[in-house]
């Protein structure tokens, strides 16, 4: 579904990401780790068209989308869901999602993509039309990737989606994620929570400092002495049984 071969990119002269490679198979979900500044946004940026590319190509769904604008690879079905969480505080819950939907025009598929974003996350059908202001903001997390999914997606960049949101609310989210890709969106997860994000995925790459230093399945990074030893602590066993049944 995406293919990242060989990226630079970054701001102005800046160089961010150093020869990136990395793949994104239809119907999984793969996670991009790695601390704060380590290239994980500025690749997310560069795959959506917000920062352009300095050398390598991206090719999506088998369109090489290097020099396209943002909208361009929007319409090809390659939607990213930034970590702002930013949502319209002065619109309901319905409308923030509609939104999403502005570059379509049928209104029937809308329509079920409006009930399937409801079925993933009942809260906003109880609060569509309340302002969105509302919201707690777990509750705007699954707004902003709702309004995402109502782009109609074939694949869905999420960034950061644990980020300042209550554990409890963060398996909640998670599991509902898990969910989206079974319905059959591909998912590329950019995450600092190494534990969540390994135990959602299929497939894991963990970024330094621009560069890829590890891959592998998610199942093998989650047990990998150095991984263990940088990242994760205790035992993931009873989050992973909860993720899954939720």
Not at 10 to 26: D, E
Not at 102 to 107: A, E, F, I
């Amino acid at each position: 579904m995406l293919q990242v071969n060989k990226v630079e990119a970054g701001y102005g002269k800046l160089k961010i990401l150093r020869g990136v490679t990395m793949t994104v198979p239809q119907g999984e979900i793969v996670t991009l780790l790695g601390g704060n500044g380590t290239g994980k946004s500025t690749m997310l940026k560069a795959v959506s068209g917000l920062i352009p590319v300095m050398s390598g190509n991206i090719i999506f769904d088998g369109v090489d989308i290097s020099t396209m604008k943002p909208h361009e690879r929007m319409r090809l079905g390659l939607v990213q869901v930034t970590q702002s969480k930013e949502a319209y505080p002065a619109m309901t819950v319905e409308e923030n999602l509609m939104l999403g939907a502005y570059t379509r025009s049928d209104r029937a598929s809308i329509a079920a993509d409006l009930e399937k974003v409801y079925g993933f996350f009942p809260v906003l059908k109880e609060r569509r039309k309340q302002l969105s202001a509302t919201l707690s903001g777990g509750e705007v997390q699954m707004l902003v990737i709702g309004r995402g999914l109502m782009a109609g997606p074939k694949m869905l960049m999420l960034d950061e989606p644990s980020a300042a949101i209550a554990p409890k609310v963060v398996l909640e989210i998670f599991s509902n994620i898990n969910k989206i890709a079974k319905s059959g969106v591909t998912i590329l997860v950019v995450e600092q929570n190494v534990r969540m994000a390994l135990i959602l995925a299929n497939y894991g790459y963990i970024i330094r400092d621009g560069v890829i230093m590890m891959e592998g399945k998610a199942d093998s990074l989650i047990s990998d002495p150095a991984v263990k030893e940088s990242f994760l602590g205790g035992s993931v066993a009873d989050t992973s049984k909860k993720l899954q049944s939720g």
